[in-house]
């Protein structure tokens, strides 16, 4: 491999919607060495050489892979592309981020972890949501207990957003799926989906979605690119608390509410009545420190390259959202029909990921 002096060399393939924040942000990382980039579209390739002369821009993947100094690729192109690109940089054995999500199918997905895992290779999707200071702060506090435990949680991601040929499931769906993974610590077991495509009915543009995880919680997702604003929130009812997260920067990111429901115990004589009593607290907006989410993903890929450590946002965490995506296509075909998700040996020792500051 080509590591020099502790700085990873690295090429990204893609610059498109994703791929000049990758570059922008490899380029402020000192331990990384951009070193080439990936990209079939001319006008695309013309504003990164305008932006970063002297950086190598090919059409094709494999005239960067047979560079030795080359140590790990960056894919950020569109899903249906993730399997072929990951597979060609492991068996050449470059380390691989790969965007959201990792395949498009669980079958591909193993066998980017088994080529990654033979070749003893770093294999990362490109969950950006689980660096999110904000993110974090709920997990810590879903793993502190102030919540108690989370009975159901909303979230709304929408915007008039950018049409995808994958459909808005495999578009925005991973995002939610990764925060909910993160925060629970548990595997989906069921899944929901209904939705509608406006413009191609084969290709939906706004779906919802119902889970149920293996500890009892249900979640609610909408997603959609047909939207008059933009959102992107989240709410969890706990036993103990509510907290609300919006994608927003500065001290109205997080929201606790100490609000609820409590269950008295009955009078003697009442013959085991329960009452009900509603309980309105304060609200709490914890100060999150500021930081960009995908700086600290690359310093998290550029650890697990140096040092072995598993990433935060792992492979056998993106096989199960890729599972999850795949139980949720099926259940919109089947028109809302709840689809189980297989608990295999792999979710099962799936490890949490790692909620120690970066």
Request: proline share 7%.
């Amino acid at each position: 491999m080509g590591i020099i002096d502790g700085r990873i060399g690295v090429v990204v393939v893609g610059y498109g919607y994703w791929g000049p924040n990758l570059v922008r942000n490899i380029m402020e990382r000192t331990e990384l060495r951009l070193l080439g980039l990936c990209e079939l579209d001319r006008e695309r390739a013309n504003q990164f050489r305008a932006r970063y002369p002297g950086i190598p821009v090919v059409g094709d993947l494999d005239d960067l892979l047979i560079d030795p100094r080359v140590d790990a690729v960056v894919v950020a192109t569109p899903p249906r592309t993730h399997y072929p690109l990951a597979a060609g940089a492991l068996r050449a054995g470059k380390h691989v981020l790969v965007e959201k999500p990792l395949a498009t199918r669980a079958d591909d997905a193993r066998e980017l972890i088994q080529l990654a895992d033979e070749r003893n290779l770093v294999l990362m999707p490109g969950h950006t949501f689980l660096y999110s200071p904000p993110v974090v702060k709920v997990r810590e506090l879903l793993v502190a207990g102030s919540l108690g435990d989370a009975y159901f949680i909303t979230s709304s991601r929408m915007n008039l957003g950018i049409y995808q040929p994958d459909g808005v499931i495999c578009d925005l769906a991973p995002h939610d799926l990764s925060i909910l993974l993160y925060w629970l610590e548990q595997p989906v077991v069921q899944v929901s989906a209904t939705g509608r495509g406006m413009f191609d009915g084969d290709v939906p543009d706004t779906a919802f979605l119902n889970l149920t995880f293996a500890c009892g919680t249900v979640a609610n997702v909408q997603i959609s690119w047909l939207a008059p604003r933009k959102m992107r929130e989240m709410v969890i009812v706990g036993s103990r608390q509510m907290v609300r997260y919006a994608d927003l920067a500065g001290d109205e990111a997080i929201k606790i509410y100490d609000r609820g429901l409590d269950r008295e115990q009955p009078e003697p004589g009442n013959f085991g009545e329960y009452r009900l009593t509603y309980r309105t607290g304060d609200m709490v907006a914890p100060r999150i420190e500021a930081a960009e989410p995908l700086n600290l993903e690359l310093q998290d890929f550029s650890r697990a390259i140096l040092t072995g450590e598993e990433p935060r946002s792992n492979a056998r965490l993106g096989l199960e959202i890729v599972k999850v995506l795949e139980a949720a296509e099926l259940s919109l075909r089947l028109h809302g029909q709840p689809v189980r998700v297989e608990m295999t040996d792999e979710v099962l020792a799936l490890r949490a990921p790692s909620v120690v500051p970066l």
